[in-house]
């Protein structure tokens, strides 16, 4: 009998939707994270510094999120792997899914709207 873990169920789902890909999407600190991703991969936590979510002095709070929420949230849809012990993020096992969706948007900033990612 082979023990499957709940991350294991996760990822062996069926392929998100196009709303999934928009939920994921929907935050700032999400999308810097996956467009970091296509750049270099793993890359460090550190790397993603309150400074690059926020210009407020909150940045606390976001850190806070990025840890809590935002990392977790994207571990746990398998499209990052996050090492909260080495503080390092890797391409997840479905990062290849989002990947074309995240690199049509990079290829294309001038056409977005202000403060993407």
């Known amino acids: 009998m082979t023990d499957h873990s709940p991350r294991d169920q996760t990822v062996q789902r ?3 939707t196009l709303d999934e890909f928009f ?4 935050k700032s ?5 996956l467009t970091a991703l296509v750049d270099a991969n793993p890359r460090d936590v550190a790397e993603f510094a309150p400074a690059d979510f926020t210009n407020d002095e909150r940045r606390e709070d976001v850190v806070t ?6 990392l977790p949230k994207l571990d746990e849809a398998g499209f990052i792997e ?10 997840g096992p479905r990062f290849d ?10 290829a294309h900033p001038d056409e977005l709207p202000a403060g993407w990612p």
């Not at 600190?29 to 994270?33: E, G, K, L, N, Y």
């Not at 996050?82 to 391409?91: A, G, K, Q, Y």
């Not at 899914?97 to 990079?106: D, S």
Request: proline share 8%; net charge negative.
């Open 14 to 16: 069926e392929r998100p």
């Open 23 to 26: 939920e994921v999407l929907s």
């Open 29 to 33: 600190p999400r999308r810097r994270v």
């Open 65 to 70: 999120r990025l840890y809590h929420i935002h």
């Open 82 to 91: 996050w090492d909260s012990d080495s503080e390092t993020v890797t391409r």
């Open 97 to 106: 899914e989002i990947a074309p969706l995240v690199e049509l948007l990079t």
